[in-house]
């Protein structure tokens, strides 16, 4: 496989194009610009509903910028369409004509000996320690412990995106894995359209963004409470759906109550999404878990000031372009919220230094020709 062009199957995202969690940005930047390298590559899409809603649905495509799309066969409720969706893939991929199939995230490992069986070179990319997530009950992280393990045993190359989880297969399995990490692409800046006909005061007094699926180890919970003892005129607009969390969701919106400079906007892409990182004031992420988070690298490109937790998945990517509070803390948390607000010199600084440095640290090209070199051995 060293000089031929390559045959790959990629599967365990929701589907593409779509920006329904960092999973399916990373699949989509990868498959992409594979392809228009000259090989060949098919992208495995769940059957069902955005899980932000139908009204996000695309039309079913069978082509995306040279990509082949297939949908699988996806039982449709909580819990089973990973599982499902991930098996049928996994299933076709086995049978069909590929050299490299490449797993995205644990759970779908599972199935990672099926087309392992078949002869084919199998790659398993770790997005994070899901089993550690909040919104997953006993069942669920049973199954992605398995999927883990299958990766561990039948993987011939294991992908992960922090030193943290690399050292945890090292210490856990004694299993060596590749560090590659994610990228990001230098976005064109927009003005205020959209956004401020739709949120008028965003404009006018300035805003924090959190943007993000809602979902416990995100945090919100944390910077919600904090927020709300902030003394300030500035919004908090809270972007993103809902990911089998539904219930977390309510215990937001319960929590924001009163507090009328607390937006939420719901599922956001394209322009609207683009303005809201272009014209933050600061952009914060208060995760207790994340593996790479691409939001973070997509703030940062836009030249935003950020506030992230202390985890070493956030802190790794930062280094010392950003502030930074205790994880959990929300006596700190709301310390850094409010000195930033104190200090908008302190902010620019940041905002001057952020989309160079992360731009430059972390690109695609390189990531792409990393990747390619897995899949053929080297």
């Given at each position: 496989m060293k000089n031929k062009n390559l045959k790959i199957a990629m599967l365990g995202h929701k589907r593409i194009p779509s920006r329904e969690g960092g999973i399916e940005i990373v699949v989509e930047?990868?498959?992409?610009?594979?392809?228009?390298?000259?090989?060949?590559?098919?992208?495995?899409?769940?059957?069902?509903?955005?899980?932000?809603?139908?009204?996000?649905d695309d039309s079913a495509l069978s082509e995306y910028k040279g990509v082949h799309l297939k949908s699988v066969c996806t039982i449709d409720k909580k819990g089973l369409a990973a599982m499902s969706s991930s098996f049928f893939a996994a299933l076709e991929a086995a049978f069909g004509n590929y050299d490299?199939?490449?797993?995205?995230?644990?759970?779908?490992?599972?199935?990672?000996?099926l087309p392992k069986l078949f002869g084919k070179s199998c790659i398993a990319t770790v997005h994070?320690?899901?089993?550690?997530?909040?919104?997953?009950?006993?069942?669920?992280?049973?199954?992605?412990?398995?999927?883990?393990?299958?990766?561990?045993?039948?993987?011939?190359?294991?992908?992960?995106?922090s030193e943290g989880v690399q050292n945890y297969f090292q210490a856990i399995y004694g299993r060596r894995t590749r560090f590659i990490p994610n990228g990001v692409n230098r976005p064109v800046q927009r003005n205020l359209e959209l956004l401020k006909a739709k949120y008028p005061l965003a404009a006018k007094q300035g805003y924090f963004l959190s943007l993000a699926r809602i979902v416990p180890e995100k945090g919100y919970h944390y910077l919600i409470e904090a927020f709300k003892q902030v003394k300030t005129d500035k919004l908090l607009v809270i972007a993103g759906g809902?990911?089998?969390?539904?219930?977390?969701?309510?215990?937001?919106?319960?929590?924001?109550?009163?507090?009328?400079?607390?937006?939420?906007?719901?599922?956001?892409?394209?322009?609207?999404?683009e303005e809201l990182y272009s014209n933050a004031y600061v952009y914060t992420l208060p995760s207790d878990l994340e593996g790479m988070p691409l939001s973070l690298l997509e703030a940062m490109s836009y030249g935003n000031?950020?506030?992230t937790s202390d985890i070493a998945?956030?802190?790794?990517?930062?280094?010392?372009?950003?502030?930074?509070?205790?994880?959990?803390?929300?006596?700190?948390?709301?310390?850094?919220l409010q000195m930033l607000c104190d200090k908008p010199e302190l902010v620019d600084k940041y905002k001057n230094e952020a989309s160079?440095?992360?731009?430059?640290?972390?690109?695609?090209d390189y990531i792409v020709n990393r990747t390619l070199d897995l899949y053929r051995g080297n």
């Open positions: 930047e990868l498959s992409t610009r594979i392809a228009a390298q000259g090989h060949q590559v098919t992208c495995y899409n769940r059957k069902g509903h955005h899980v932000s809603g139908k009204e996000f490299v199939v490449h797993f995205h995230a644990e759970g779908p490992c599972t199935m990672l000996w994070g320690l899901d089993h550690q997530r909040a919104k997953w009950g006993k069942f669920a992280r049973t199954y992605i412990m398995l999927g883990e393990k299958c990766a561990v045993k039948f993987a011939d190359e294991i992908i992960v995106l809902a990911s089998d969390s539904g219930e977390y969701m309510e215990q937001l919106k319960t929590m924001a109550a009163g507090d009328d400079r607390i937006i939420f906007t719901g599922f956001v892409q394209g322009q609207l999404l000031c950020c506030l998945e956030c802190a790794e990517v930062v280094e010392e372009k950003a502030v930074t509070f205790k994880k959990s803390d929300v006596a700190d948390l709301h310390d850094k160079d440095f992360i731009c430059n640290k972390y690109n695609w």
